[in-house]
């Protein structure tokens, strides 16, 4: 009873969010001047007035605010998220397109970077001040410090201008013909350099903050007792401490899994990968209000997701999160 | 250039000939052109959607009545002959016999009258066929448009990307002026032009075939094009030198330009852009504070060192323009007032305006910019500015919408703008100057500029068939704007075509890419 009553307050607190997600940013964007029949207008090389009135007409933007809104949240009810007017296709349509592969980008980069992460931060706990301690540091701080689009592009000069080992932009080769594996292998070349670019800002994070945790657990009472226990210092590590310090990570990962799109927006611009951030991206400059709040809509979905996912797993490390209190 | 609208009168067989033997090598058939867009296509039908994204897949898509060599004479292509009544208010197309649609459907004259209604219900520019009052079919193959006035424009405007001509079986299904969101604007769409539509995924590419029943016998060469969607300029500069793509156009970026110009196997060239007509110039607002006297917009002018934008922040690429038609039009004149850079006569001109010098400053103006690649030119016109005593404030725009609303209202004292000429000057360059068009929006008459005689001969140069006499009133209007000043010209924007040696024949004539592209063909 107490789980049910705990889930249908989350739920409530869940649609609550996304509505006010919605009518913030519905608000925000009315209030902004001018609107995407300018924008429909530029990329048409320019329209007179009566061309923009009909534009605006056709589209519902010459209603009071009022009614916009209200139409809008009364197709979202319906769980329709508008029609893309820059792009004359349901938003729905345009996001679940792109979805794959930004989901593919950023898992890629998130899992390699959290592996090799808590790999780097575990190696450079056990010997704070040598070599490869001070090795990971460099790289973490290089990392994280690096904007993306530069790091993209000194990538892309690097490995596909100067030795032609990637393609420079896109997600496949659409002139090579060949079975399913031609096209996996494809794809997988053109993901190389942004998991890279994008990994590198993550692979920071984790290993710095893996390697602060583990710092600490080492130092920790049951540790020493399972020292003087006789343990090798193998088993040590790997069997009580790593276990021990691994739930600030998840915790991290979780709340980074949330920020999937504003993460992957530099890198997808930088690299063309036709993922929800270019998406995005495009739909803010065009002030194409539908997407974009679909974009939104669809991000705090994840949010609320990935929150769950997050606690869910944390459980599964540390049997004191959730347990009876 | 003499005489060209009535020299149209009769066919243009021999014309034809000469344009099919000016090429020197014997093109190859076969291949795939990979090619580039830099933003996403917002809608692949040419007939509702304009502008130089869509024109590209859009002319391969479908046929338009005429095509232009690099003279700027009119070529046959959907119409075999054509020709102008004496009064001009008739033009009668007579056209192809074999030309059909993808689906294998014939193309006739019903097709080309539902276009023009088409055309003339969802098209931006109202002016290109504002005067067409019907069309008549007499039979399959003669479309007779009436005019209510004589209307030399409507040549230009048959060309390119202008005057796409889309199937009535197809898109006649909805009112005319909903096909701007009919479905098949987008998937499965249905064309009479050299290439068919194989794929199109938005955000990614469009992927074009070769249509084996198109009108022209043997054309085109290439099987396949590949129109990669790439919107970063440093990523697709990338691409042209690593060979990943072959051709692609519309790069503007000076330090891009500049580079690709030194890498091997590529060529990089401005030409193909005069019927575009790519302008960038400084407007100002001729109805707000002292920018009303004319003193004080030739004092800003003499100011301005267009040299410095083009040399410095242009760094050569771009070519000077004048008046507000393009540098590569026939009706452009260069010989008009050019306001050398000269500080003394720009003082004296303020001084006599009215506005003496107090201290270091004489009166304050603001000047916007609507997109982050012209911030340079504004940062540099207040510095220059500053030097006769005109403080200006840079005032930036969260983005295009928000710069647009503030033009279009006449919200502004001097902005940096770009317009395009769009063919011929009643389509591009009237809209500008013409005081019946005053702050009717962004690219309208934004300057509140009004000057009868300026009204006058724009209004006759529209209706004029002979091209002699239609030069001479656009050579008055040119020298009396660049006299006046609603906006200062600057410069063509400095557009380039990127090509590899792999590439035959690539598009440079007056539309560029906005042609059908029937006649490249790509080398061993």
Known sequence: ?325 | MRNLFKGLMTATALASMMASTALAEEPKQGGTLVTVLGTNVRNLNSAVQSGIVTGFPGAQLFASPLRYDEDWTPQPYLAESWEVSEDGLKVTLNLVKNAKFHDGTPLTSKDVAFSVEVIKANHPFKAMFAPVTSVDTPDDYTAVLNLSQPHPALMLAMSGQLMSIIPQHIYGDVPVDEVKTHPRNNENVVGSGPFKLAEFVNGQHVILERFDDFFIEGRPYLDKIVMRIIPDPAARAIAYENGEVHMGAFELLPRIVNRLKKVENLTVTPEGYGAVGPLDWLAMNTQRGPLKDVRVRKAIAYAVDKNFILKALMQGTAVESRTGIHPDSPFYKADVEAYEVDLDKANALLDEAGYPMEGDSRFSLTIDFGWADVKPQTEYVKAALKKVGIDVEVRASADFPTWAKRMGEMDFDMSWDSVFNWGDPVIGVQRTYISSNIGKGVWSNTQGYSNERVDELLEMAAVETDSDKRKALYDEFQTIIADELPVYHINALPYHTVYSDKVGNPPLGIWGTSTPIDMTYLKD
Not at chain 1, 116 to 135: C, D
Not at chain 1, 159 to 167: G, R
Not at chain 1, 207 to 217: K, W
């Open chain 1, 1 to 325: 009873m107490a789980f049910l009553q705990k889930f249908l307050i989350r739920t409530l607190y869940a649609v609550i969010l996304l509505a006010a997600v919605l009518v913030l940013n519905f608000s925000m964007m009315h209030l902004a001047p001018g609107d995407v029949a300018d924008t429909i207008s530029q990329s048409m090389g320019g329209a007179d007035e009566e061309v923009l009135a009909q534009i605006r007409a056709d589209y519902g933007l010459d209603q009071p605010f009022l009614v916009q809104l209200g139409r809008y949240m009364g197709n979202v009810l319906q769980f329709n998220l508008g029609y893309s007017f820059f792009y004359n296709a349901p938003v729905t349509d345009l996001i679940l397109d792109r979805l794959p592969a930004t989901l593919l980008l950023v898992f890629t980069a998130q899992i390699l970077a959290l592996g090799i992460g808590v790999v780097l931060g575990v190696i450079s706990a056990r010997r704070p001040n040598g070599i490869a301690s001070h090795f990971v540091t460099m790289l973490a701080l290089f990392g994280y410090s690096a904007p993306v689009f530069w790091t993209g592009i000194l990538l892309l000069i690097a490995f596909s201008l100067k030795i032609q080992w990637f393609p420079v932009a896109g997600m496949r080769d659409v002139t090579i013909e060949g079975g399913f594996f031609t096209h996996a292998l494809d794809v997988a070349r053109h993901l190389v350099l942004p998991v890279i670019t994008l990994g590198s800002l993550f692979l920071a994070l984790y290993s710095r903050l893996a390697r602060a945790t583990m710092m600490e657990v080492l130092g920790s009472d049951y540790v020493r007792t399972a020292k003087a226990k006789g343990l090798t210092e193998r088993e040590v590590v790997y069997k009580h401490a790593l276990k021990n310090s691994l739930s600030p990570v998840i915790t991290l990962a979780g709340l980074q899994f949330s920020a999937v799109i504003s993460g992957a927006v530099l890198v997808e611009a930088v690299f063309s990968w036709p993922g929800l951030g270019t998406l995005a991206f495009q739909s803010i400059i065009a002030r194409d209000t539908p997407t974009i709040l679909g974009i939104l809509f669809f991000s705090a979905l994840v949010v609320i997701a990935g929150n769950l996912l997050t606690d869910l797993a944390l459980r599964l490390v540390d049997p004191r999160v959730g347990g009876k209190r």
